[in-house]
């Protein structure tokens, strides 16, 4: 659908930016904070670790004052589980709850609403040890962590995030580094016992923030994109409608609805793989009741029907080539363009991924990571013409405003990311941030900031949507 004017974006629109702990924040282990699975987990050949990256937790003052000259209205980053219990459960490390409570009050003192997501891929490691999420045991420490911050932290967030990407964790841990390690008989309904684990704590959480905290609002926020059929083959349909299910309806229906999707559980069923759910289960999720619904996207997947052929991997963040025997198989789309990544770049995909999840779902949408990864230079002169992100991240915005003048309800949009960090697999190489960190993988300079082109662009683009006039 065209349009002759489009709709504005409304004046309280959150343009903000994201982040998450353990690619960002360094301090690995200091002030009492324990090992998470990230941690603790190898990293790619070559790459950094995660034990530094942008040291945030040491410049988080500096940080959130460019985050106010960016004109950010929302930042949205997560809280490490470790820092605030160092073992998962137990002992509260009161070190962990004062960084944080200091990093939210300068947050706010600089005028920036705060959206927390409070898991974002670093389980303790000690909670992991035990089985992690195959382990019920994991659920109820999520929901006391949960707890937790809503007694320290609820009087001032009032947005919160519970999961960040469960799908992705489920669909493809082993290339975000995140699937539990052990050996079971049945590592298929293992891992939706996972899945299903995950789902009870984000229900359970969602019911305490309702109770503990009324004026807040909690969402999911799982990676979700549109999928095409590879041609107008029937099969090549139902095999989209087959990968849509498991890769993005499984998650959200049963966070808004408290049921799961019923072509995943015949696929479950099938498979003899349907996880064991416990009396009451069903109960605590049908009362979950989301806000809103937040949602990761870089693009969009097309698949055709499966056949015999192998399915691989590929070792780029969650640029994976998909395939279900019987259900779907991935291929490429021959009318996208690819980044240096291998990523196919699709804005009006965009589009169509806001339409689908509203029209299915009806709530409220914000969306908590979207950007373009790049291997930037530094000129001479210190500048860094990143023009290439501005074009992309300008495409995404233009269907943005598309998707609200469909009738969407969006209310926010917060890219990836604030400034540089560790990628999950190209290291703090591969740059998504607005503002510049100065070191390599193995060198860490002195960690100075700077502004890159981006930053200009969308500092402006910022003012301009909120009425704040811009000097020439």
Not at 115 to 132: N, Q, R, S, W
Not at 279 to 297: C, H, L, Q, S, V
């Amino acid at each position: 659908m065209s349009y002759k004017k489009l709709d504005e974006f409304p004046k309280d629109f959150f343009w903000g930016a994201s982040t998450s702990a353990y690619q960002v924040e360094g301090a690995w282990n200091e002030d009492g904070k324990g090992p998470s699975v990230i941690d603790m987990a190898p990293v790619v050949e070559g790459t950094t670790d995660f034990k530094v990256t942008s040291d945030h937790y040491h410049h988080y003052k500096e940080d959130v004052k460019l985050f106010a000259d960016l004109g950010l209205k929302a930042y949205r980053f997560s809280i490490a589980w470790t820092r605030i219990f160092p073992k998962g459960n137990g002992e509260i490390n009161m070190k962990g709850i004062e960084f944080y409570h200091n990093l939210i009050n300068e947050i706010i003192a600089h005028g920036i609403v705060p959206i927390v997501t409070m898991y974002h891929f670093d389980l303790p490691y000690a909670l992991a040890e035990k089985g992690g999420w195959s382990n019920r045991a994991t659920a109820d420490a999520f929901v006391n962590y949960s707890k937790t911050l809503f007694e320290h932290y609820g009087d001032r967030v009032k947005y919160w995030l519970t999961i960040n990407e469960q799908n992705m964790m489920i669909l493809h841990g082993d290339a975000i580094g995140t699937a539990a390690s052990g050996d079971t008989e049945n590592p298929l309904q293992d891992l939706y016992q996972q899945n299903h684990h995950m789902l009870l704590a984000q229900a359970k959480t969602m019911v305490l923030c309702h109770e503990m905290l009324p004026t807040a609002k909690i969402g999911p926020a799982p990676n979700i994109s549109a999928v095409y059929p590879a041609s107008s083959k029937p099969e090549d349909v139902l095999a989209a409608s087959n990968c849509s299910a498991l890769r993005n309806w499984l998650y959200l229906d049963m966070a808004v609805y408290g049921r799961y999707n019923n072509i995943a559980w015949s696929y479950l069923k099938e498979r003899n793989a349907l996880p064991n759910i416990a009396e009451g289960d069903m109960a605590i999720m049908a009362k979950a009741n989301p806000d809103f619904i937040a949602f990761n996207y870089y693009n969009t997947a097309t698949v055709a029907e499966a056949g015999e052929s192998d399915f691989k991997n590929s070792t780029g963040d969650q640029q994976i080539t998909i395939g279900e025997k019987g259900m779907f198989k991935g291929t490429s789309n021959p009318n996208l363009v690819v980044n240096e990544f291998g990523w196919e770049i699709d804005p009006v995909g965009f589009r169509n991924t806001f339409r689908e999840i509203y029209q299915r779902y009806a709530l409220p949408l914000i969306v908590t990571e979207n950007g373009l990864g790049a291997f930037d230079k530094v000129e001479a002169d210190g500048a860094i013409n990143d023009d290439y992100r501005i074009n992309y991240l300008a495409q995404h915005i233009e269907q943005i405003q598309l998707a609200i003048s469909d009738g969407v309800d969006v209310f926010g949009y917060c890219p990836w990311s604030a400034i540089d960090l560790v990628s999950t697999h190209q290291g703090c190489s591969k740059r998504y941030g607005f503002i510049h960190v100065n070191r390599e993988e193995f060198d860490l300079k002195e960690l100075k900031r700077s502004k890159k082109k981006s930053f200009y662009w969308y500092q402006a683009l910022i003012n301009e949507h909120s009425g704040i006039a811009v000097a020439s």
